[in-house]
Nanobody
Framework: QVQLMESGGGSVQAGGSLRLSCVSP?????????MGWFRQAPGKEREGIAS??????KYGDAVKGRFTISRDNAETTLYLQMNNLKPEDTAMYYC???????????????????WGQGTQVTVSS
């Protein structure tokens, strides 16, 4: 079973920035297939916010223009750069991956097989 591990969460004031990272202790490579970031606030459904597929990088409307998904050249680390954070961005953030090909936006949680345990992001006003 592939394990993913997120880091970089924390508490920040509105307008601030954080960068989340995701690695696989077992050596899963973020190459091909689909990979993405999701978040879940208390009492809400898990929301897809950014993905990388062969079709390119896609973003949810709530984070477009503020968040950037990327991976390192070695394809061992997935990043989420979050700028201009807002209190409504407060949530548990998860990285996810799946080796299968995906076309389009690919932000549904049901498209991903491998998940991390999450890292908490809290934005205060």
């Amino acid at each position: 079973q592939v394990q993913l591990m997120e880091s970089g969460g924390g508490s920040v004031q509105a307008g601030g920035s954080l960068r989340l990272s995701c690695v696989s202790p077992g050596g899963y490579r973020f190459s091909g297939g689909r990979m993405g970031w999701f978040r879940q606030a208390p009492g809400k459904e898990r929301e897809g916010i950014a993905s990388i597929t062969d079709d390119g990088n896609k973003y949810g409307d709530a984070v477009k223009g503020r968040f950037t998904i990327s991976r390192d050249n070695a394809e061992t680390t997935l990043y989420l750069q979050m700028n201009n954070l807002k209190p409504e961005d407060t949530a548990m953030y998860y990285c996810a991956a799946d080796p299968r090909w995906c076309s389009g936006v690919c932000l549904s949680q049901y498209l991903y097989h491998y998940w991390g345990q999450g890292t908490q992001v809290t934005v205060s006003s």
